[in-house]
């Protein structure tokens, strides 16, 4: 008799417990990151590879590079570059267009192109290197994926402390 008791009173904590992970859940699916983690870092260049399919290369570029589309997302772009280090495409910012990886400030640009030419001549990869991250001021590391499409370096990356989280 009591052990019955027992186990009705764990069938309805379970219950109880059950019904509030549903509420909780339900609470949070619309949350979302204030910064992309390295899945959605993967699906956007995929997203753009996917893209480039059925389009000319200078088409391409400029659709990367529309504001109106969907190559930007949050903290995460979509870059191209050529093997020099200038930026062909750059998801959602056509000022950045025409510049340099070799001239951001605070980061070690000659390495990083080579990083990212080396990587993505050999396949889709990840580099890593440290930036300053405009929204904090403070220096974090990043990484990218990275691939080749045609002549061009397409990649995204992501700040590395919340993509290890992701």
């Given at each position: 008799?009591?052990?019955?008791?027992?186990?009705?009173?764990?069938?309805?904590?379970?219950?109880?417990?059950?019904?509030?992970?549903?509420?909780?859940?339900s609470?949070?699916?619309?949350?979302?990151?204030?910064?992309?983690?390295a899945?959605e870092?993967?699906a956007?260049?995929?997203?753009?590879v996917a893209?480039r399919?059925g389009?000319?290369?200078?088409?391409f570029?400029?659709t990367?590079?529309?504001?109106?589309?969907?190559?930007h997302d949050r903290d995460?772009?979509?870059f191209?570059?050529?093997?020099?280090?200038?930026y062909?495409?750059f998801g959602?910012?056509?000022?950045?267009?025409g510049?340099?990886?070799q001239?951001?400030p605070?980061i070690?640009?000659?390495?990083?192109?080579?990083?990212?030419?080396?990587?993505?001549?050999?396949?889709p990869?990840w580099?890593?290197?440290?930036?300053?991250?405009p929204?904090?001021?403070?220096?974090?590391?990043?990484m990218?994926?990275?691939?080749?499409v045609?002549?061009?370096?397409?990649g995204?990356?992501?700040?590395?402390?919340?993509?290890?989280?992701?």
């Amino acid at each position: 008799q009591h052990n019955a008791q027992m186990v009705e009173h764990a069938v309805q904590q379970a219950n109880a417990l059950e019904g509030r992970a549903s509420t909780l859940s339900s609470a949070v699916e619309s949350f979302r990151l204030q910064q992309g983690t390295a899945d959605e870092a993967v699906a956007l260049v995929q997203r753009a590879v996917a893209m480039r399919a059925g389009t000319s290369r200078d088409q391409f570029l400029r659709t990367i590079t529309d504001k109106s589309q969907p190559f930007h997302d949050r903290d995460m772009y979509v870059f191209a570059l050529d093997r020099a280090g200038t930026y062909l495409a750059f998801g959602g910012n056509p000022a950045k267009v025409g510049t340099r990886v070799q001239d951001i400030p605070g980061i070690a640009g000659d390495q990083l192109v080579q990083d990212i030419v080396t990587q993505a001549e050999r396949g889709p990869g990840w580099v890593e290197y440290d930036i300053n991250n405009p929204a904090t001021g403070t220096v974090q590391t990043k990484m990218s994926f990275v691939r080749m499409v045609d002549d061009v370096y397409l990649g995204c990356g992501v700040y590395k402390n919340l993509a290890a989280r992701a």
